[in-house]
Structures are given as C-alpha cells and as structure tokens.
C-alpha cells in the first residue's frame, strides 16, 4: 500500500496529544517526588489516600503517560509503531484509572468531579490508539 497524506487536522491533533501527554508527565514527576512532610500538611483523608496507594498504581501510570508520549510522537512521524505504545498506554491509564475510582475512597474524599479526568484520560487514550489505528488502515501512518 502506498503512503498517502494525513488529513489536515492530524498534526494539529498529534501536537495537541503530545501536549497533552507532557503535563501526565509533569502530573507523575510531582506524584513521585512528593516528600512525606508535604504529604503531612495534607488533610488527613488525602494523605490517607495518597500514603495508602500501592506501588503498582504508578508502573501503570508511567506506562500511560509515557506511553503516551512516545505513541504520541510516533503518530507525529506517521510510524506504525506508535500503535503498540499507544495500546499499552490505553492499558495503564485504565488500570490507574479503575484502582483510583473502583479501589480507594477518592470519590469521598473529593467528590463525584472526581470521575471526570479519569473518564476524560481513558477517552483521549482509547482516541489516540484508535486515531493510530484509523491511519494505519488508510494508509498515512506506516
């Protein structure tokens, strides 16, 4: 099959998700390198919360973030590779996703907003991959 162009929106789209996947990055950087005495001034439910979540929880949320990224940039140079990067930050962010909403006590101790970003990561993760996808198969990302 040759290699056709993308349509016009793709790279404004692609920019946005790679954007998009920076402040994941920012958002993991400050959830990792949060000091214990910063989590102490927390009210107690939150440092609770944060004190209580397993080490698992931010594998998978690397995985979505970085993944994420990459997948993103990959989608920016129109390689096929950037769906298995993509596909495994689908699966972090929605492992993540479902422990924080379905495992903690988040929606009590924030309020029902809370289903909001996590409902709107797994959107933008499962529309990436799928973009990727869409691309492959008319052929403007090889």
């Known amino acids: 099959m040759s290699k056709t162009s993308p349509p016009s929106w793709f790279k404004v789209i692609v920019i946005l998700a790679i954007l998009w996947n920076l ?23 939150e440092e609770s919360l944060i004190n209580s979540t397993p080490f698992w929880t931010y594998i998978a949320f690397a995985m979505g973030v970085f993944g994420g990224t990459i997948g993103s940039i ?3 140079m129109q390689k096929a590779w950037s769906r298995w990067l993509l596909l495994l930050s689908l699966i972090g962010v929605f492992v993540q996703m479902n422990y924080w909403l379905f495992f903690t006590n988040a929606v009590e101790v924030y309020g029902t907003n809370t289903y909001i970003m996590p409902t709107v990561v797994i959107l933008v993760a499962y529309l990436l991959f799928s973009l990727c996808n869409r691309g492959i198969k008319k052929g403007y990302i090889t």
């Open 23 to 45: 402040m994941g990055i920012i958002n993991f950087y400050f959830q990792i390198t949060i000091t214990p005495d910063q989590i102490s001034k927390l009210p107690e439910a």
């Open 74 to 76: 990959g989608l920016l």
